[in-house]
T-cell receptor, first 113, second 112 residues
């Protein structure tokens, strides 16, 4: 059972426009949500995170929104750049002592020049 | 340069032949973890370690072993690999369980 879901396998946007990547979760026992970005032949790299007690976190062009009642989070990239083209994974950290992360399936973002 | 390294990067092997994928980090991180990435499933945790000699199972530990004898190293051992272990494997480390994890470049394993 997939506890963290990214229902859109791919997204294509024009350079300069907004990219919105979505993620849904089914378990309330998460204390942090994270977004990772992955280029081909490389490992995922941390992008931005949000605590479960917040509803928004912003870092430059990247903003993550958390809607706890809907169990939904989204990553906004504004403005999108061709270098943002990558696979984006959302992840949720399990509450407790393990540091365990549950990942979504990933969304491939293509930003067209 | 702060990094997580994995070796080998690519490996093709046959069913039943024991193999080890090494993972090393130079950031003095306490927490280390192994994941496998499969199409449509994202990354799934295999094993994790919160410190030297402390390891525990993740979501998909069957068929894998790990050890943590030194802080910097966390090898993944497949005693008798099977074709369903064909996957892309990532090692990760973090300062502690509450910090973001840094990933290695990945090891693509094919078991025939």
């Amino acid at each position: 059972d997939q506890q963290v879901k990214q229902n859109s396998p791919s997204l294509s946007v024009q350079e300069g426009r907004i990219s919105i990547l979505n993620c849904d979760y089914t378990n309330s026992m998460f204390d942090y949500f994270l977004w990772y970005k992955k280029y081909p032949a490389e490992g995922p790299t941390f992008l931005i995170s949000i605590s479960s007690i917040k509803d928004k976190n912003e870092d430059g062009r990247f903003t993550v929104f958390l809607n706890k009642s809907a169990k939904h989070l989204s990553l906004h990239i504004v403005p999108s750049q061709p270098g943002d083209s990558a696979v984006y994974f959302c992840a949720a950290r399990v509450l407790g002592n393990t540091g365990k992360l549950i990942f979504g399936q990933g969304t491939t973002l293509q930003v067209k020049p | 340069e702060a990094q997580v390294t994995q070796n080998p990067r690519y490996l093709i092997t046959v069913t039943g032949k024991k193999l080890t994928v090494t993972c090393s980090q130079n950031m003095n991180h306490e927490y280390m973890s192994w994941y496998r990435q499969d199409p449509g499933l994202g990354l799934r945790q295999i094993y994790y370690s919160m410190n030297v000699e402390v390891t525990d199972k993740g979501d998909v530990p069957e068929g894998y072993k790990v050890s943590r004898k030194e802080k910097r190293n966390f090898p993944l051992i497949l005693e008798s690999p099977s074709p369903n272990q064909t996957s892309l494997y990532f090692c990760a480390s973090s300062q502690g369980r509450r910090y973001e994890q840094y990933f290695g470049p990945g090891t693509r394993l094919t078991v025939t």
